[in-house]
C-alpha cells in the first residue's frame, strides 16, 4: 500500500509541477518532454504521449489500491475497484490548453521570469541577473506591447517568434507558428501571425486572470474601450520609472504611428477608383485610427499624472493592493 501511494503521489506531484502556477516548475511541458522533437508538434505529441501513460498508471495504481482495500474488508458484493476517467486528477495533453500554456511560458520568457538556460523561475525580484539568459534575452524593461498591427519592433510576436527560432530554429518557425495559430482555432480569413496577434491582443489577458486567479503577475496597462494601446507589465520589473517608460517609449510612439497612418487612409479615400467596399474599409479603419488617437490623448495624461507620482510598490502588500495603485492607466481584472 505504501509504495503504490508514494507512486500515486510521485506522480500526481509531476503533473502538478508540469506548469507555471506551481512553486516547483521547472519549465513548459514541450520542453522538458522536447526530446528529439524539431517542432511544436512533435514536442506535443512527446508531452500527450508521456500524459496518457502518467494517467493509465495512476488509474490503474488506483485501481490496485481499491481491490486491495476491498479483499481487506470483504467488500466484493459492495464495491468494485474500477476508477472512473474524469475521477482520475492528473491531465491528459489538451492541445489548446496546452498550446495556451506554451504562450504563457514564452511571455513568461519575454519578461525574464523564465530562462531557457536555467530551470524554474529566473527572476521573481531582486537584483535582476542579465547572466542567466544566454540563449534569449528578454526584454530590456519588461513592457512587451500588444498591438493588432505591427507597431513596434520589440512586440510579442517579435518575441514569440525570436523564442520559437532560439528553440526550434529558423527553419521551423513558420510551422511552429501555424501550429499554435491552428490550436486556437482560426478564423477562415487570417493567417497564423493575425491569429496569435489577435490572441494576445483580446484574450491572453482573460486567460492569465483566469489561471492566476485574479492575481495576475503580468498587469496590462490598457487605454479603453477603443483599445488604443494595450502592453503587458511584469510586476516583478515595475519600477517607479516604468510608467515614465510606457507613456514616452510607447503611447507618444503610437500616436505618431497612428497618425501617419490616418494620413496614409486620407490619401487612400481620395482615389477616386476605389470600389463601394474599399471605401467602406478605409472609412471604417479611419474611424477606428481618429478614435484610437482621443482616447490615447486622455490615456497620455492618465500616465502624465502617475509618472509624475513615481509610485512604489511593496510586494508584501499582494496582487490587490498593488494593482489599486496603477488601476487608472490597468485593464479591469475579470
Same mark, same amino acid.
Given at each position: 500500500i505504501k509504495s503504490t501511494v508514494s507512486k500515486c503521489i510521485q506522480i500526481s506531484q509531476k503533473d502538478w509541477d508540469s506548469f507555471e502556477t506551481s512553486w516547483d516548475s521547472k519549465q513548459h511541458p514541450f520542453l522538458t518532454y522536447k526530446d528529439d522533437a524539431v517542432?511544436? /508538434?512533435q514536442s506535443f505529441?512527446?508531452?500527450?504521449?508521456h500524459a496518457e501513460k502518467q494517467f493509465n498508471q495512476l488509474k490503474a495504481?488506483?485501481? /490496485?489500491?481499491n481491490r486491495i482495500f476491498i479483499e481487506l474488508y470483504g467488500l466484493q458484493h459492495e464495491l468494485t475497484p474500477e476508477v472512473q476517467d474524469e475521477e482520475v486528477t492528473v491531465r491528459k495533453a489538451d492541445r489548446e490548453r496546452d498550446a495556451k500554456s506554451f504562450?504563457? !511560458?514564452?511571455? #513568461?520568457?519575454?519578461m525574464g521570469r523564465y530562462s531557457l538556460d536555467v530551470e524554474g523561475l529566473a527572476y521573481a525580484g531582486g537584483e535582476f541577473d542579465w547572466s542567466k539568459y544566454q540563449t534569449f534575452q528578454p526584454d530590456k524593461n519588461g513592457i512587451i506591447p500588444l498591438t493588432d498591427e505591427? !507597431?513596434?519592433?520589440?512586440?510579442?510576436?517579435? #518575441?514569440?517568434?525570436?523564442?520559437?527560432?532560439?528553440? !526550434?530554429?529558423?527553419?521551423? @518557425?513558420e510551422n511552429n507558428l501555424q501550429w499554435l495559430a491552428e490550436s486556437l482555432q482560426m478564423k477562415s480569413n487570417e493567417n497564423a501571425t493575425q491569429r496569435l496577434r489577435r490572441y494576445f491582443f483580446d484574450e491572453f489577458y482573460h486567460d492569465h486572470c483566469r489561471i492566476y486567479q485574479k492575481r495576475p503577475i503580468y498587469w496590462m496597462a490598457d487605454s479603453g474601450k477603443k483599445k488604443g494601446m494595450r502592453a503587458l507589465i511584469y510586476l516583478h520589473r515595475y519600477r517607479p520609472d516604468t510608467?515614465?517608460?510606457l507613456r514616452f517609449q510607447y503611447v507618444q510612439e503610437l500616436q505618431v504611428k497612428l497618425n501617419q497612418e490616418e494620413k496614409y487612409v486620407e490619401q487612400m479615400l481620395a482615389n477616386p477608383d476605389l470600389t463601394n467596399r474599399e471605401?467602406?474599409? &478605409? /472609412?471604417?479603419k479611419l474611424a477606428t485610427l481618429r478614435a484610437r488617437q482621443e482616447e490615447l490623448i486622455e490615456y497620455d495624461q492618465k500616465l502624465a499624472e502617475l509618472?509624475?507620482?513615481?509610485?512604489?510598490?511593496? @510586494?508584501?502588500?499582494?496582487?490587490?493592493?498593488? &494593482?489599486?495603485?496603477l488601476q487608472p492607466i490597468l485593464a479591469e481584472i475579470r
Open positions: 517542432n511544436l /508538434e505529441a512527446n508531452w500527450a504521449e495504481n488506483e485501481e /490496485e489500491l504562450l504563457s !511560458y514564452c511571455v #513568461g520568457l519575454m505591427a !507597431y513596434f519592433e520589440d512586440d510579442i510576436m517579435t #518575441g514569440l517568434k525570436r523564442i520559437l527560432v532560439a528553440i !526550434y530554429g529558423e527553419d521551423q @518557425l510608467i515614465a517608460t471605401k467602406k474599409e &478605409y /472609412e471604417k509618472a509624475n507620482k513615481r509610485i512604489d510598490l511593496d @510586494l508584501d502588500d499582494g496582487v490587490v493592493e498593488n &494593482y489599486k495603485k
